[in-house]
């Protein structure tokens, strides 16, 4: 079993549309969590980041860390075809040298 | 503010040929770097980290090697390369460990 799962899609949605992207994990230990946004042949920029369990959000984005249930979301409001990209969920544990990555979700947002 | 480095952005080598890949970051001392690989259609894979200055860990065996000769550069080598070597190269760093930031990637076709 990975330690992250994230479902790969492809994930199609209509613009305008809240998107909701999520991953679980299985080691209790970590403690930060991560969003990157990643363009077609570009390196991945972070996006959200967000430290135990709770909300944070940034403008249409929020981030929810639900670590009882051992499983972490974002949401994009009123998406845009700018928002098309993959996503990629990561997280820590303390003290720790190295993320561990989901696999990255392909999102399309279709005008 | 920080920013990173890397390149070249792309190139084509034969199997056989060597590689060097350079990354260098400014405005930090003393940060965590790190090398991924991303296949295509695939996940991050971290392939080295470094904690300091000659200070190299390798996470999956293979036919690369990396080497910190400077505080904030970081480099990626090859004697021979494979065609198995093909991928889109990260450089990435961190200052405290609990996230890390990407530069733009190198992308290595391998012919």
């Known amino acids: 079993q990975k330690e992250v799962e994230q479902d790969p899609g492809p994930l199609s949605v209509p613009e305008g549309a809240i998107v909701s992207l999520n991953c679980t994990y299985s080691?209790?230990?970590?403690?930060?969590f991560m969003w990157y946004r990643q363009y077609s042949r570009k390196g991945p920029e972070l996006l959200m980041y967000?430290?135990?369990?709770g909300n944070k959000e940034d403008g249409r984005f929020t981030a929810q860390v639900d670590k009882s249930s051992k499983y972490i979301s974002l949401f994009i409001r009123d998406s845009q075809p700018s928002d098309s990209a993959t996503y990629l969920c990561?997280?820590?544990?303390?003290?720790?040298?190295?993320?561990?990555f989901g696999q990255g979700t392909r999102l399309t947002i279709n005008p | 503010s920080q920013t990173i480095h890397q390149w070249p952005a792309t190139l084509v080598q034969p199997v056989g040929s060597p590689l060097s890949l350079e990354c260098t970051v400014e405005?930090?001392?003393?940060?965590?770097l790190y090398w991924y690989r991303q296949a295509a259609g695939r996940g991050l894979q971290l392939l080295f980290y470094s904690v300091g200055i000659g200070q190299i860990s390798s996470e999956v065996p293979q036919n690369l090697s990396a080497s910190r000769p400077q505080d904030r550069q970081f480099i990626l080598s090859s004697k021979k390369l494979l065609l198995s070597d093909s991928g889109f190269y990260l450089c990435?760093?961190?200052?405290?460990?609990?996230?890390?930031?990407f530069g733009e990637g190198s992308w290595l076709t391998v012919v």
């Open positions: 080691n209790s230990a970590f403690q930060y």
């Open positions: 990561a997280m820590i544990r303390q003290g720790a040298q190295k993320l561990v």
């Open positions: 990435a760093w961190s200052e405290v460990g609990n996230t890390i930031y």
């Open positions: 405005g930090t001392s003393n940060p965590n």
């Open positions: 967000t430290y135990s369990s």
